[in-house]
């Protein structure tokens, strides 16, 4: 009877053990319900590792200049294709822009700037030196000029009034490169 009752004893605590996980190693089995191991929490680390390298890699620098609003690129182009001619301030100093798509000449007695043009928001002129570091240290001014373009008029005689800062320039138009 002692036999009997350490026989069942002994099979309920090695039942207990194999349903707990415990004693596999011991008799060289195992038992593939209980060995899997739980991977959700090391899949969510990974997940959450391997998203935070592509927001990292996925945002250069350059999303941040082309998400900026430029305004209506309908109104924008009308604008550009407005300006196309030579609008001039006296014999000195005068833009000219086109007839080559969204290039431009700036000539003053004091420099002359090749480069291109684009128009943002409708009444925002910005004219870029091709070379901006050489005309900067050529000139000592900025190879980006940026204009507020306070009116076009669109009957003869033809004008461009721009203002930078508070000076306001009156340009007449002198030669047409449009329709």
């Known amino acids: 009877m002692k036999s009997i009752a350490q026989l069942l004893l002994i099979t309920l605590i090695a039942f207990s053990l194999q349903s707990c996980g415990g004693g596999e ?15 959700s929490a090391t899949t969510n680390t990974t997940e959450k590792t ?10 250069p620098t350059e999303d941040k200049t082309t998400q900026k609003d430029t305004g209506d690129a309908e109104k924008n182009g009308i604008m550009e294709r407005t300006l196309t001619g030579v609008w001039s301030q006296g014999d000195m100093t005068s833009f000219t822009f086109g007839p080559e798509a969204n290039r431009c000449a700036y000539t003053d007695p004091a420099a002359d700037l090749k480069g291109t043009y684009r128009v943002e928001n409708g009444n925002t002129l910005i ?11 050529n000139t000592g001014r900025k190879g980006t000029m940026i204009y507020k373009i306070v009116q076009v008029t669109e009957q003869p005689p033809y004008q461009l009034i721009l203002q930078e800062g508070e000076v306001k ?11």
Request: avoid cysteine; charge should be negative.
């Open 25 to 39: 190693k011991g008799n060289n089995t195992t038992d593939t319900t209980n060995t899997t191991p739980d991977t």
């Open 50 to 59: 391997d998203n935070s390298k592509e927001n990292k890699d996925s945002t």
């Open 127 to 137: 004219v870029e030196a091709d070379n901006k570091k050489e005309y900067e240290k």
């Open 169 to 179: 320039m009156t340009f007449k138009l002198t030669k047409s490169f449009g329709d």
